[in-house]
């Protein structure tokens, strides 16, 4: 489990396609806190850890999640959001996230609002029924709260802090973003759907 907490801010170092997926090595300054067989996050999303030497980790993007997310877009070069898993000895300062991407959204819109920075995002229409103001979401890994929303669009904010130490401070329009729903979310919309299409019929 992850709480949407960054740990650091990685940069990829290697990309090398294979026939079952993408392989990753990202330069980190946790690598020594770091071993194989452990999962982290990036972007949000969810890998295992299958080596990690000198000041980089190595990883495997299968096709299937690479195709689901924005790592697809990855290249040499570019910074991720890295996330490492909870201890129980941890606070938990954010919200519990898995690191499964229901979705991908897209930049509409940046703008500065005080200090702040205010990111509009369109989201897949089938996703909207999960998301409501004020709800839990994780955007590239990173633990929000929706400020605003209508039809199929969301707004949230970022503070200076973390829009300047991760990778939010790179979000263009027309960006891809990772987004991962509040599990909590998808259980009560799920129940509430067999409910009402049984006492419905």
């Given at each position: 489990m992850f709480t949407g907490i960054l740990s650091d801010k990685g940069k990829v170092q290697v990309i090398f396609k294979k026939n079952d997926g993408i392989v990753l090595e990202i330069q980190t300054v946790l690598v020594d806190e770091i071993r194989a067989g452990q999962s982290i996050l990036i972007n949000g999303v969810r890998l295992l850890v299958y080596n990690s030497s000198g000041k980089s980790i190595n990883m495997l993007l299968p096709n299937s999640i690479a195709s689901k997310t924005n790592l697809k877009n990855l290249y040499v070069g570019s910074?991720?959001?890295?996330e490492l898993a909870l201890r129980l000895s941890d606070r938990l300062s954010g919200t519990i996230i898995y690191g499964k991407i229901r979705g991908i959204v897209r930049v509409i819109e940046v703008t500065k609002f005080g200090i702040n920075f205010n990111v509009w995002y369109e989201v897949p229409s089938e996703l909207m029924r999960y998301?409501?103001?004020d709800g839990n979401i994780a955007l590239n890994g990173i633990s929000h709260i929706i400020d605003d929303l209508h039809t199929n669009h969301i707004m949230v904010s970022f503070t200076p802090f973390?829009?300047?130490?991760t990778i939010a401070?790179?979000?263009t329009v027309g960006n891809e973003v990772n987004l991962e729903i509040d599990p909590n979310a998808l259980l009560v919309t799920s129940y509430l759907d067999r409910y009402f299409t049984s006492h419905l019929k």
């Open positions: 910074f991720v959001n890295i998301l409501i103001k973390i829009w300047n130490q401070h790179s979000q």
